[in-house]
Each structure stands twice: as C-alpha cells, then as structure tokens.
C-alpha cells in the first residue's frame, strides 16, 4: 500500500550528538512536512519541502535542518540535540493544490540520553 | 491569526452512548478544517475534513463532524462510542494560503470509552 514511512520507530541518541530521522513516501505528493510532537502536547510544524523549495517556521530552531533529495525521501537532522529535544517527530505528505488530506507517518519517538 | 481551542482536556463516555469532542476555531477567510486521531506511541490517523458542501461531515470508524459557521465550532461526534474508540483526538485548521499539511492543531482531547 501506498504510505509513509518513518525509520527508525525510536531513536536514542546522546546529548549533543548529530542524529538524522527518516522519511520516505510512496504517494508521490510533492509536499512533505516535520513536526513535533512533545509529550502531551500538540504537534508542531518546523519546516515543510513544497518540491525542492525550503520553508521553515520562523520559530523553529537553527539546530533543527532538513534535506530532501528526491521526492520520495525527506530527513530531519538534529546537529546537537539537547534534553529538550526529546519527542515524537511526525513525517507528513500532502498535493499542493488539491483538496486531499495530508498523510502522517507512525512517528520517530526521540530520546536524548 | 488563526487558531483552534478544543476545551476539554478529557471525554469519557461508556460504551454505547454517543459522544462528542468539541472544537471551536478562529479563521480569516474560509476554514478548512480537520480531524485526527492518534493512538499511543502512533502517527496521526485522517478522520474527516471541511473542506466547503455540506455542513454535516461524514468520515472513517462512524465519525461525523458539524461545521458551524455562526458559533464557529467542528465538533465530533459519533453515535455509539466503542472501547476502541478510545485515543487522543487533534482538531485542526489549515493555515490560510497553505497547502493541506500546513495545520495548526488543537491541544487535543483525550478520550476514554469504558466498556
């Protein structure tokens, strides 16, 4: 079935430590987004790709970056995580133009050690 | 600027009987407007959408919503709640000019089913 995939499901990572999350999709949407999630909280937007174009939320931090080298994969890396960093991070597609919803992933829980 | 309030932390409901989980909106311009569910330690699930049409949305599971434009609400509702049922529901709103991920969500509200 066409979906989107989240690797790993949980990642440990150490304090200050670069760590990068995956996302992959077979719909073909050329709209793929990160947010985050802390515990018990809404998720958040930190930046989406619409194609190759870059948006990030104005308050999303510097550590937090994003590469998406085709239209099926996206990454979030984190350059030094810190405590606070700990959360699920959600992957999302959607069609730009098109009424459809978007799509999530099953989410990368993050722990910093 | 837009926002959504879902004001109940919590819903619980025994099984059977018909539930509904609030949301009210602020918007400039039309809302597009949508429900999720999330199960724990899961991604967010699509339940419906207000796009435009009907006031009175159908979705997945047996969900249903009400746009309401005068008392700017979508509230979710179902007939008979199941202990399945049970899981974090997200209300949210598409930012004006933004493509249908680009959500702003609500707090959530948990809701708990009893058998």
């Known amino acids: 079935d066409a979906m989107v995939i989240q690797n790993p499901r949980y990642q440990v990572t150490q304090f200050g430590k670069p760590v990068t999350l995956s996302c992959s999709q077979t719909?073909?949407?050329?709209?793929m987004y990160w947010y985050q999630q802390k515990s018990s909280q809404a998720p958040k937007l930190l930046f989406h790709?619409?194609?190759?174009?870059?948006?990030n939320e104005a308050d999303t931090p510097d550590n937090f970056q994003s590469r998406r080298p085709n239209t099926s994969f996206c990454f979030l890396d984190i350059r030094s995580p810190g405590l606070g960093d700990a959360a699920m991070y959600l992957c999302a597609t959607s069609i730009m133009g098109k009424n459809t919803e978007a799509f999530f992933g099953q989410g990368t829980r993050l722990t910093v050690v | 600027a837009q926002s959504v309030a879902q004001p109940e932390d919590q819903v619980n409901v025994a099984e059977g009987n018909p539930l509904t989980v609030k949301c009210t909106y602020s918007?400039?311009?039309?809302?597009?407007l949508f429900w999720y569910v999330q199960y724990p330690n899961r991604g967010l699930q699509f339940l419906l959408k207000y796009i435009t049409g009907d006031n009175l949305v159908k979705g997945s599971y047996g969900f249903e919503a009400e746009f309401n434009k005068s008392q700017t609400s979508f509230h979710l509702k179902k007939p008979s709640a199941l202990v399945s049922d049970s899981a974090l529901y997200f209300c949210a709103v598409r930012r004006p000019g933004g493509s249908q991920g680009n959500l702003i969500f609500g707090k959530g509200t948990k809701l708990s089913v009893k058998p």
């Open positions: 790709y619409y194609d190759k174009d870059f948006n």
């Open positions: 719909l073909n949407h050329n709209v």
């Open positions: 918007v400039s311009g039309n809302p597009y």
